[in-house]
T-cell receptor, first 114, second 109 residues
C-alpha cells in the first residue's frame, strides 16, 4: 500500500530535549516536505527536499533541521524544542505527475513541548 | 498579506444545498492549484486538482481565474459526509506549495 508514515504519532517532551520525528514514504517520490499546522494559521511549510541531499527552507524553518540521506526518509529534528513548537506536524511527499504535483500526507505527529 | 487567502467560515448549510468557496492567491508565478479536504485534524487529502479550463468530479466543480488570481470550489447536493475543512493550495512547479488557512463546512441534517 502506498503511504507516508510518521513516528511517533504523539509526543510530549520538555524544553531543550532533542527529538527526531521520522518520516518515510514507499512511493519513490523525489519531493518531501514538512509542515506544521496551528489553529488559525493553517499549514505552514518548515523544510522541503527536492531529492536526496537537496533540502531547502520553507516559511518557518527556525528551530528545525532536516536531512535527506535516502530517498524514502526525511526526518525532522528539533535540537532544542521550545513551547512555541507545540503543534501538529505533517510530512508529505510527491512526484511530478502530468501537470500537477499531488502531495500525499502522513497521519500527523502531535507534539507538545512543556 | 497571506499568499493564499480563504474565508474561514464556518459555512453551515442544509443537506442538498449548493455551496461555493473562493480562494485568492497573490503569487502570480503559481502554476498548479488544488483543493484538499481535511477532516478533524487528520491529514489533508487531495480532493481535486484545478485546471485552467475548469474541471468537474461528480458533485464537485473547480474553477481557476488566472487574471483575477482566484480559485473556486462548488459543491452541489451537499451530503453530511462533506462536512470538513477545505484547503486551497497554490504551487509553483512543485517547489512552493502554499496552503490557505482552510474553510470549514458543516452540512446539517
Amino acid at each position: 500500500e502506498a503511504q507516508v508514515t510518521q513516528n511517533p504519532r504523539y509526543l510530549i517532551t520538555v524544553t531543550g530535549k532533542k527529538l527526531t520525528v521520522t518520516c518515510s514514504q514507499n512511493m519513490n517520490h523525489e519531493y518531501m516536505s514538512w509542515y506544521r499546522q496551528d489553529p488559525g494559521l493553517g499549514l505552514r511549510q518548515i523544510y522541503y527536499s527536492m531529492n536526496v541531499e537537496v533540502t531547502d527552507k520553507g516559511d518557518v524553518p527556525e528551530g528545525y533541521k532536516v536531512s535527506r540521506k535516502e530517498k524514502r526518509n526525511f526526518p525532522l529534528i528539533l535540537e532544542s524544542p521550545s513551547p512555541n513548537q507545540t503543534s501538529l506536524y505533517f510530512c508529505a511527499s510527491s512526484s511530478p505527475s502530468g501537470r500537477n504535483y499531488e502531495q500525499y500526507f502522513g497521519p500527523g505527529t502531535r507534539l507538545t513541548v512543556t | 498579506r497571506k499568499e493564499v487567502e480563504q474565508d474561514p467560515g464556518p459555512f453551515n448549510v442544509p443537506e442538498g444545498a449548493t455551496v461555493a468557496f473562493n480562494c485568492t492567491y497573490s503569487n502570480s508565478a503559481s502554476q498548479s492549484f488544488f483543493w484538499y479536504r481535511q477532516d478533524c485534524r487528520k491529514e489533508p487529502k487531495l480532493l481535486m486538482s484545478v485546471y485552467s479550463s475548469g474541471n468537474e468530479d461528480g458533485r464537485f466543480t473547480a474553477q481557476l481565474n488566472r487574471a483575477s488570481q482566484y480559485i473556486s470550489l462548488l459543491i452541489r447536493d451537499s451530503k453530511l459526509s462533506d462536512s470538513a475543512t477545505y484547503l486551497c493550495v497554490a504551487d509553483n512547479y512543485g517547489q512552493n506549495f502554499v496552503f490557505g488557512p482552510g474553510t470549514r463546512l458543516s452540512v446539517l441534517p
